[in-house]
């Protein structure tokens, strides 16, 4: 058993949600040693999760972001939608990925710890409390990652030519019609496009205003 000074007095009901069988048994076999600690249900699925925590009513969700094969990061919709749905669940993340957007994100859409799967028993443990008291829980690399990825969100800065095409982008106006609105050609739109998906690391301009949108830039 997991000693830890900090451990919640009340039960923590817990509900595992990862698309493979086997993660989720050694999860439980692990979790079931801890005399607060209770597994109330499993789910491989975000539609199964939904209908297991409505029935089991969990203190705190173990989540996977890969509920399919078709997409890396289903579970921070879920985690959005368990989270909206009930307020005082809480969600940490344990997966795979160890991404400082993901994290972000992951926090965005209410999640209130993040931590990756090869992360050691005690800490597990410890983190799944910390959710439990309404704490945020990370390990330390999820944590690095997290603060890496702000520092670099926080460097980006865009001219006020930059500015007012990203805003016009986000209009859906053409390279054409930003150039008539400015009084520029079309060429130097496609200049000041480049530079500032550049400097917002994306590839496309839809990109390009969903990323300023959630930095607050416009």
């Excluded at 972001?65 to 997409?71: D, R, V």
């Excluded at 307020?87 to 859409?109: M, Q, R, W, Y």
Aim: overall charge neutral.
């Amino acid at each position: 058993m997991t000693r830890d000074v900090a451990a919640p007095a009340r039960e923590v009901r817990i509900v595992i949600v990862d698309d493979h069988a086997i993660v989720r048994q050694g999860l439980r076999s692990i979790l079931e040693r801890e005399r607060d600690l209770t597994v109330v249900g499993e789910a491989s699925t975000a539609a199964e999760a939904l209908a297991v925590v409505r029935r089991a009513m969990p203190t705190v969700v173990l989540l996977d972001l890969k509920l399919s094969t078709g997409a890396d990061t289903e579970g921070l919709a879920l985690c959005a939608e368990l989270t909206g749905r009930y307020p005082d669940l809480g969600v940490l993340v344990l997966t795979t990925f160890l991404d400082g957007k993901l994290v972000v994100e992951a926090i965005h859409n209410g999640a209130r710890g993040y931590v990756v799967k090869d992360v050691d028993t005690t800490e597990l443990i410890r983190s799944i409390r910390a959710v439990a008291r309404r704490e945020s829980a990370f390990d330390s690399r999820s944590a690095a990652a997290m603060v890496h990825s702000i520092n670099n969100r926080s460097e980006v800065s865009l001219t006020e030519r930059e500015l007012a095409v990203l805003r016009l982008l986000a209009h859906g106006l053409s390279n054409k019609d930003i150039g008539v609105r400015m009084y520029i050609s079309e060429t130097t739109v496609k200049f000041h496009v480049r530079n500032l998906m550049r400097k917002l690391g994306v590839s496309s301009r839809a990109e390009a205003v969903y990323e300023s949108s959630k930095l607050g830039i416009i």
